[in-house]
Nanobody, 120 residues
Framework: QVYLVDSGGGSVQAGGSLRLSCVAS????????MGWYRQAPGKEREWVGR???????KYADSVKGRFTISGDNAKNTMYLQMNSLTPEDTAVYYC??????????????WGQGTQVTVSS
């Protein structure tokens, strides 16, 4: 069994920064592809960005230049660094990853979500 646990959300004023973390757990687990999504109140879940193993990061236009996705393979952890936050970034943020464990790929795993609130 594999799973993701994300953390690091909180409240911040506009212009501030936060770093979200997402730890992958499981039998000899490793992260193959990593991404982040968010869901604001009353809105559908929105794709934020993604990295496939060894590839370039891709970002939604709404966060490009402000958000950065990275990973630490040694810690089985992925990060979302968020800078220059605006109230429009307020949402529950979810990590999403494809994981390698027990000899196979486990696709489309989700963290439980972490709340980010940006005040003006």
């Amino acid at each position: 069994q594999v799973y993701l646990v994300d953390s690091g959300g909180g409240s911040v004023q506009a212009g501030g920064s936060l770093r979200l973390s997402c730890v992958a757990s499981g039998n000899s687990v490793s992260i193959i592809a990593m991404g982040w999504y968010r869901q604001a109140p009353g809105k559908e879940r929105e794709w934020v960005g993604r990295i496939v193993d060894g590839g370039d990061a891709k970002y939604a236009d709404s966060v490009k230049g402000r958000f950065t996705i990275s990973g630490d393979n040694a810690k089985n952890t992925m990060y979302l660094q968020m800078n220059s936050l605006t109230p429009e970034d307020t949402a529950v943020y979810y990590c999403n990853a494809d994981l390698w464990s027990a000899g196979r790929v486990h696709y489309d795993n989700w963290g439980q979500g972490t709340q980010v609130t940006v005040s003006s």
